[in-house]
């Protein structure tokens, strides 16, 4: 199932702030019992809880991509992508070297071949972020139907995120209050659209979404990238 877990403050330090970090991602233990993983730097910060399925060995996570010994793309994933193994024959065609069999690495050099705009060549059920440190930019993307789950909240310039809602909540900053319109949502059609949530303050990246944010950025870009077509 996997649990991921990320923070983004460009005014703030955040390896001051590793505890907190910490405590979001152990409240998805239960999601990822067999590993656990930790990045931070400067504005960024992920974590991530793992439950191997695929390449036990190889797949630990953050995942990151380094050129000439720096990183330049950060990544912490949830979910399986169905085609991984096309993805990689066409990836590897066109110059890129793998280090394990997971799908996970196929994601990340995705990412580096295509741009944000690879989500869309993706078959699966996924939730992922990716930081590059040299741009200070977050990705976050969800699959198309929103099978797996990704919450966040945003505030006076504050970007953090997961796959629970509890995850969030750990955060002592988090307000704890109904959200009034989501509950009567809830009443009414026995569960919350997108983008709301039963928590006030927090939303839901809607399904077949991404999220880009960037440092000179007023808030977070949320785009849709697949929508179901009637015929």
């Not at 060995?57 to 010994?69: F, V």
């Not at 990716?130 to 139907?145: E, N, Q, T, V, Y």
């Not at 310039?157 to 909540?169: D, N």
Request: glycine content about 10%; aromatic content about 10%; hydrophobic content about 40%.
């Amino acid at each position: 199932m996997c649990g991921i877990a990320g923070w983004v403050d460009y005014g703030r330090d955040l390896t001051l702030a590793r505890e907190t970090v910490r405590g979001m991602t152990q409240t998805m233990a239960r999601r990822g019992p067999d590993d656990e993983g930790m990045w931070i730097e400067g504005h960024a910060a992920l974590g991530h809880r793992r439950l191997a399925v695929i390449d036990i060995a190889g797949g630990h996570q953050p995942m990151i991509a380094r050129e000439d010994g720096a990183p330049v793309a950060v990544l912490i994933y949830s979910g399986e992508v169905y085609n991984f193994r096309e993805l990689r024959a066409e990836l590897e065609g066109r110059g890129h070297t793998f280090e394990s069999h997971s799908d996970t690495e196929v994601v990340l050099h995705a990412y580096l071949e295509w741009g944000e705009a690879f989500p869309e060549r993706l078959n699966g059920m996924f939730a992922f972020a990716i930081w590059a440190p040299l741009a200070g930019r977050m990705f976050i993307a969800r699959d198309r139907l929103g099978i797996k789950p990704l919450y966040y909240r945003w505030r006076q310039g504050t970007l953090t995120f997961a796959s629970e809602l509890r995850a969030l909540l750990s955060d002592p900053d988090c307000p704890r209050r109904v959200d009034d319109a989501s509950f009567d949502q809830y009443l009414r059609l026995q569960y919350v659209p997108a983008p709301r949530t039963m928590v006030a303050g927090i939303a839901q990246l809607p399904p077949g979404s991404t999220l880009t944010l960037n440092p000179d950025a007023s808030s977070p870009s949320v785009r849709q990238y697949w929508r179901p077509h009637a015929a």
